[in-house]
């Protein structure tokens, strides 16, 4: 069955209800699609989209989040292509609505995150798979704590970027009981210097795996201007939303105790 749906960004969608080949360009989409049940129906993914292990390898790669093969993508015949505002760009969903429909999601907050859970549920005709996840998420993810602490989290150097304003990401800081100064910034992941990151007054610097790999070497490169600050390094998939909040829930708990 046809419906006109509007998606996360106000477009909107014709889309047939449930789909039957689903090509999928952001890796969180991918992962919590297969959560649902929905391994038949996937037929393409990102270079990203590597979850989960073992499964996701026998769906068709058709390019990246920010770069994708429309020939490939044309070839594998989907009557559903789903993307993210953030993960995929304005000009690539534009591109491929002309091949199939196009709905974009959007999370920018633990909120959005489990309407993202929603609507894929709704989409696919697995809503009650869904809302059993969306129940098993909430279960083990961490309750609001009162702010005891300053934390930044960092996803790229050279330059240093770090996690800002209305993401999912500083939405899990508030949550955990960590003021991210850099919330104040425009910029969603501003680009900040080592003066910046110096007067932020940190008690809590998180280096994230992914999208740049910190690992142990880079701990001594940011203590050397953060003497003060406790430095961790983090798992950067448990960060990632859909799913993946399942079994990062417990993961999340322990970085409270990184303030001790």
Wanted: hydrophobic share 40%; proline share 5%; glycine share 6%.
């Amino acid at each position: 069955m046809t419906h006109i749906i509007t998606d996360h960004v106000g477009r909107q969608v014709n889309i047939s209800i449930p789909p039957k080949r689903i090509v999928s360009i952001c890796p969180a989409i991918t992962e919590t699609l297969f959560a649902l049940g929905l391994e038949s129906e996937i037929v393409g993914r990102t270079k990203y989209c590597i979850f989960p292990e073992g499964i996701v390898e026998n769906v068709a790669i058709v390019g990246g989040t920010k770069e994708v093969n429309e020939g490939k993508i044309r070839d594998l015949q989907p009557d559903l292509i789903l993307a993210e505002k953030e993960e995929n760009t304005e000009a690539i969903v534009q591109a491929l609505e002309q091949i199939a429909p196009v709905f974009v999601l959007e999370v920018r907050s633990i909120k959005e995150a489990y309407r993202f859970i929603h609507t894929l549920g709704f989409l696919t005709n697995k809503e009650q798979v869904a809302e059993r996840l969306i129940d098993s998420c909430k279960a083990v993810f961490p309750s609001p704590h009162v702010q005891s602490g300053n934390a930044a989290y960092v996803i790229w150097r050279k330059p240093y970027m770090v996690v800002g304003r209305t993401t999912y990401i500083n939405d899990i800081l508030h949550t955990l009981g960590l003021h991210n100064p850099f919330a104040k910034e425009v910029s969603r992941y501003p680009t900040v210097t080592k003066e910046e990151l110096a007067d932020a007054n940190l008690d809590v610097l998180l280096l994230a795996s992914e999208p740049f790999p910190f690992q142990q070497k880079h701990i001594a490169e940011f203590q050397a201007f953060l003497p003060n600050t406790k430095i961790v390094l983090v798992e950067g998939e448990m960060f990632w939303y859909g799913a993946r909040m399942e079994t990062a829930g417990e993961y999340l708990k322990k970085i409270m105790l990184f303030q001790s």
